[in-house]
């Protein structure tokens, strides 16, 4: 008999269809200062910059790390909501039908709506195009916030190819399996019992939801993992040192540095990282 975890890998019951990881929203306390380094570190392209907040894009299809100013005194960096695009995005349709299915959609602009998950973070449904910071703001345009030349593009130490992951720990990781299987269609790519990676996209990118260690059980976005183009592990621990950072091993496939507020950031090779890979890094999951 086929069980229910099974069923949902043959037939999710998606609400929408995601595509790829369309923004992920993050505060930082010098917004200049953590662009240059993504650009700098990994190849990243800034494509929006209001003197206030910019965004670096990189991949095929574009994904983007929108840099906003912190809110929050207790912290210089963190996410503050998560942004997914979806397949034949239509702004009122998409609105009944989260309404349908009993959630309170926020208007977001024209391209979004925002919700929240199980656990109360911020998630944002989005068309895959048109999307930029700010652009929920009144009369808002990304019209002479483009740069270009050499404040747009920069060749970097790695060259980012994709969202390899988001580490998410959450109050109950079932509960948020199932929630992110239910709305947007991504499928269980590894699980143990304590925990899951839940996929989406070409080339696929990954939530990492794994039960949160924090008093409450507080949810939080414990790490950003980029995948880089032709990853080695001893070529990219050279880079990173040569750059002044100190690369902590993080399994065959990965290095975890900090950015620039002690943010953890990892750089990975586009395969071969999974939950708890850092642990065994010679176990291959059934």
Same mark, same amino acid.
């Given at each position: ?62 994904? /983007? ?11 210089? &960096?963190?996410? *503050?909501? =998560?942004?997914? !695009? +979806? ?88 509960? /948020? ?11 269980? &790519?590894?699980? *143990?019992? =304590?925990?899951? !990676? +839940? ?88």
């Amino acid at each position: 008999m086929t069980d229910q975890r099974s069923r949902r890998l043959i037939e999710p019951r998606s609400i929408f269809q995601v595509t790829a990881v369309n923004h992920i929203s993050y505060g930082v306390s010098d917004v200049p200062r953590t662009r240059d380094f993504l650009m700098d570190v990994f190849g990243m392209n800034c494509v929006f910059d209001d003197g206030l907040r910019c965004s670096v894009a990189f991949g095929s299809p574009e994904h /983007a790390i929108y840099i906003v100013p912190s809110r929050r005194p207790d912290k210089p &960096a963190y996410v *503050d909501h =998560l942004a997914f !695009s +979806v397949a034949d995005f239509d702004l009122r349709r998409s609105e009944e039908t989260l309404k349908q299915h009993g959630f309170h959609p926020e208007f977001d602009g024209d391209f979004a709506w925002t919700i929240e998950d199980p656990d109360g973070m911020r998630l944002q449904i989005c068309a895959e195009t048109g999307v930029f910071p700010g652009a929920a703001l009144p009369g808002s345009t990304s019209e002479g916030k483009i740069p270009s030349g050499a404040a747009a593009h920069r060749p970097g130490v790695f060259r980012s190819t994709a969202v390899n992951h988001i580490a998410y720990t959450v109050t109950d990781y079932a509960r /948020a399996r199932d929630f992110y299987m239910d709305l947007l269609g991504m499928r269980i &790519a590894f699980e *143990d019992g =304590l925990k899951c !990676s +839940v996929d989406f996209g070409a080339p696929p990118s990954a939530l990492y939801l794994t039960k949160s260690r924090q008093p409450g059980g507080k949810f939080l976005i414990d790490h950003l993992a980029f995948s880089v183009a032709d990853f080695d592990l001893g070529d990219a621990e050279a880079k990173l040192k040569k750059l002044g950072l100190h690369p902590e091993d993080d399994g065959a496939h990965a290095w975890t540095i900090q950015d620039p507020d002690g943010y953890r950031i990892q750089v990975c090779a586009e395969r071969g990282v999974y939950p708890g890979a850092a642990r065994d890094p010679f176990h291959v999951p059934a």
